[in-house]
């Protein structure tokens, strides 16, 4: 299956830093990227739907100007939690969207943020 | 009532017993159904991947999707211990706004 690379894996930060997290299609090219955090236990709630080229479309309850999204190419998404505090810990997942099936949905492999 | 509804477990099998998963949805605007694998701490690994009704087969996996009843079906024959994870089913359609929605997941040990 096509690769999806998520970095950094794990990250502690101190309360009010911002933390980058990035979301690489390796070998596919990737018009929709999805970000999603997870709980404990819980399935993938999603996040944001982030386009090539354009604004991120937000879920209802998700601070726009908390989680920054960007979509620069068709390669490369990146979620910027910006100011943390210690609710925003969590396991935070992308996925990217394969542009010539354009429903195969392939994941990377997570990044666990900690704040202290 | 959730979109897509999935039994949380935990569902504990022997070794080399048949894996059985199932979800059921409400929407039939739902036409790509998915299942993913995901290990703790790790993303979900695409297992299967159908489009409409009927069965496929890819190994040990085995994934069957009943549009007229809104159910969707997995099995792992000759379970392993490394099947133990959480199953996670999905599916999606451009009627549904093309996002992918998730059901809550079924952890599964198989016990050596």
């Known amino acids: 299956g096509a690769v999806v690379s998520q970095h950094p894996s794990w990250v502690i930060c101190k309360s009010g830093t911002s933390v980058k997290i990035e979301c690489r299609s390796l070998?596919?090219?990737?018009?929709?990227m999805f970000w999603y955090r997870q709980f404990p236990k819980q399935s993938l709630m999603l996040m944001a739907t982030?386009?090539?080229?354009?604004?991120?479309?937000?879920e209802q309850g998700v601070e726009k100007d908390k989680f920054l999204i960007n979509h620069a190419s068709l390669t490369l998404s990146t979620l910027t939690v910006t100011s943390a505090h210690p609710e925003d810990s969590s396991f935070y997942i992308c996925s990217a969207r394969d542009v010539v099936t354009n429903e195969k949905l392939f994941f990377g492999s997570g990044t666990q943020l900690s704040v202290l | 009532q959730k979109e897509v509804e999935q039994d949380p477990g935990p569902l504990s099998v022997p070794e080399g017993a048949i894996v059985s998963l199932n979800c059921t949805y409400s929407?039939?605007?739902?036409?790509?159904f998915m299942w993913y694998r995901q290990y703790s701490r790790k993303g979900p690994e695409l297992l299967m991947y159908t489009y409409s009704s009927g069965n496929k087969e890819d190994g040990r996996f085995t994934a069957q999707v009943d549009k007229s009843s809104k159910y969707i079906s997995l099995f792992i024959r000759d379970s392993q211990p490394s099947d133990s994870a959480t199953y996670l089913c999905?599916?999606?359609?451009?009627?549904?706004?093309?996002?992918?929605?998730f059901g809550g997941g079924t952890r599964v040990l198989v016990k050596p």
């Open positions: 929407n039939s605007a739902f036409q790509y």
């Open positions: 070998d596919f090219q990737a018009t929709t």
């Open positions: 982030s386009n090539e080229g354009s604004k991120a479309t937000y």
């Open positions: 999905a599916m999606s359609g451009r009627a549904a706004g093309n996002k992918l929605t």
